[in-house]
């Protein structure tokens, strides 16, 4: 009896410690992998590294100088060599290590392993980015940090550069448009396909830049933010009428070029290579962003009037992305689908927006759409996506890489007012005055 009685008082603290830790792994990850999950799955890292590294083949044969170095002071058997690592350094979401890779190997061969490095080590995710020929750092992440969404501190943003979601790995994902001018974003309703794109708008709000949009849905998405836009087309008749401005727009653009640079009026579009970012700060113009909702409603036609006016906005818009980067001006395309059903011009404009973002679609198709042309095995990624997890998306672009990616929950009233504030930094540009949007008075407060 004094056995069982002792039994019953150790037991009951160890239950409560353990159904403490478990609550705080599923309500709290980030405080949980702070006080158990990273001193855990460091000792285990450090303590079966080489074994580890043995196992997943990662290891080579030592060179020669060392195995007679070790046969002669030791006597011992001469083991293969695992690459040197350096210090590991916790972070909030995990930890990180730099490897010296050994002679012969690559980064592949690091990521190739990863999935087995993270079941060895006990961490969510192992991720492997090359730093500089021969060294590559593996990120080790011990949580889902998608399940609760928060932006790092630092998360790298700039001119042009707008920090919009979380990558998986726990780095932040940046909308870089001068690294990708064009985007098409794909996703069903209530996949996070709005909430992508206020924190686009948002993140431009405050920068020099000229937003304008188009919103065949009577505006109800983009109105909202009618205080910083410097156009906004809310139908297909507005649409035809905008985007010809902006095509003459970019058109003046490109001749202030020629005038600046001394090149031939004559000389076409397609052939200059420089852009306005090599102007005068002066006599630059500001960039314009055209966010497009809904562009399957531009290829809508019901006549044969519309489908006139579809085929010349489709043709501006495509005139839009071929030659737009270099005159300051940047697509982004949404919509739930897109495809060659969609009509004439729909897969040349496709072609030409280079970044894609595939939120939870319908349909395999639809994946297809966004991500089969540029990277294949992300299709299958963008299929799985839970409806319990909106703002959830495949990212990718033309080289072939891709990476899951969620955006923070951002309101529409937080958002709308971001915007307003940032009212005063709408830029005066003549040929988008006709499409600026009236901004209604704001409702008085009934008592």
């Not at 100088?65 to 293969?80: Q, W, Y």
């Not at 966010?291 to 006139?308: G, N, Q």
Request: proline share 8%; charged share 25%; hydrophobic share 45%.
């Amino acid at each position: 009896m004094p056995d069982l009685m002792t039994l019953m008082e150790v037991g009951g603290p160890v239950a409560a410690l353990g159904g403490g830790a478990a609550y705080l792994r599923a309500k709290h990850p980030a405080a949980y992998w702070s006080t158990v999950g990273m001193p855990a799955s460091a000792a285990r890292l450090l303590g079966s590294y080489g074994s580890v590294m043995d196992s997943c083949g990662l290891t080579v044969p030592p060179s020669r100088l060392r195995a007679l170095a070790v046969h002669a002071t030791t006597r011992r058997e001469v083991r293969p060599v695992p690459p040197r690592r350096g210090l590991l350094r916790p972070t909030s979401t995990g930890m990180r290590i730099r490897l010296w890779l050994a002679p012969g190997q690559e980064p592949a061969d690091i990521a190739a392993s990863a999935e087995r490095l993270r079941h060895a080590w006990g961490v969510h995710g192992v991720y492997v980015e090359p730093v500089k020929p021969g060294v590559v750092e593996v990120r080790l992440v011990g949580f889902d940090v998608l399940r609760r969404v928060r932006m790092p501190r630092k998360a790298g943003g700039g001119f042009l550069r707008v920090p919009v979601a979380l990558r998986e790995d726990a780095t932040a994902f940046i909308r870089d448009y001068r690294a990708i001018p064009h985007e098409l974003v794909l996703g069903a309703t209530l996949s996070g396909k709005s909430m992508y794109l206020r924190h686009l708008i948002t993140g431009l709000a405050g920068q020099p830049v000229a937003l304008a949009g188009i919103d065949c849905k009577r505006g109800v998405e983009l109105a909202p933010f009618a205080s910083r836009l410097s156009a906004l087309a809310t139908d297909p008749g507005q649409a035809a009428e905008l985007l010809p401005a902006l095509v003459q727009e970019m058109e003046d653009r490109y001749d202030l070029i020629r005038a600046r640079q001394g090149i031939a009026p004559t000389t076409p579009d397609e052939e200059i290579t420089s852009d306005v970012g090599g102007l005068p700060e002066s006599e630059r113009p500001v960039p314009i962003v055209l966010f497009v909702d809904e562009v399957a409603e531009l290829f809508l036609v019901a006549s044969r009037k519309d489908e006139e006016r579809r085929d010349e906005m489709v043709t501006q818009l495509i005139r839009l992305a071929q030659l737009g980067r270099a005159a300051g001006i940047y697509l982004e395309v949404c919509g739930q689908r897109f495809g060659a059903e969609l009509g004439k011009g729909a897969t040349m404009l496709r072609a030409q927006l280079s970044g894609r973002v595939c939120h939870r679609v319908n349909d395999e198709a639809s994946a297809k759409m966004a991500l089969g042309d540029i990277a294949p095995e992300a299709v299958g990624a963008a299929c799985s996506i839970a409806p319990e997890r909106p703002g959830l998306a495949v990212v990718g672009d033309t080289s072939g890489g891709w990476s899951r990616i969620r955006t923070p929950y951002l309101s529409l009233a937080d958002a709308a007012a971001r915007c307003a504030e940032s009212a005063h930094l709408v830029p005066e540009l003549p040929a988008l005055k006709p499409f600026r949007p009236t901004v209604p008075a704001p409702r008085p407060l009934t008592g």
